[in-house]
Nanobody, 124 residues
Framework: QVQLVESGGGLVQAGDSLRLSCAASGRGPYAMGWFRQAPGKEREFVAAIAWSDGFTYYADSVKGRFTISRDNAKSTTYLQMNSLKPEDTAIYYC???????????????????WGQGTQVTVSS
């Protein structure tokens, strides 16, 4: 199993930027994803990235504002979040899918390892 630890969350104002990090321990390959869950809502897909071919996929709500990347040498995945909006407020989770190297999925059930989450709060 891959152990995941997120960091980088915080309280920011609308329009600000944040970069989340997800440090992994455990051997690859695995696709990585970011999900988020706002109070009273279900967990939703944010972004995903393949192991090594650079393939990325984004939810429509964050496309053009968020960028997912990874550094396999550092076993770390990042989520750069720009132009943040109050509706981006949520707990953000990173997740690993060891069953696939390419074409990462968008469903939370496809991921077998999860971090503990990091809170992102965007004030208006």
């Amino acid at each position: 199993q891959v152990q995941l630890v997120e960091s980088g969350g915080g309280l920011v104002q609308a329009g600000d930027s944040l970069r989340l990090s997800c440090a992994a321990s455990g051997r690859g390959p695995y696709a990585m994803g970011w999900f988020r869950q706002a109070p009273g809502k279900e967990r939703e897909f944010v972004a995903a990235i393949a192991w090594s071919d650079g393939f990325t996929y984004y939810a429509d709500s964050v496309k053009g504002r968020f960028t997912i990347s990874r550094d396999n040498a550092k076993s770390t995945t990042y989520l750069q979040m720009n132009s943040l909006k109050p509706e981006d407020t949520a707990i953000y989770y990173c997740a690993a899918d060891r069953s696939r190297r390419f074409a990462p999925g968008t469903g939370s059930h496809e991921y077998d390892s999860w971090g503990q989450g990091t809170q992102v709060t965007v004030s208006s």
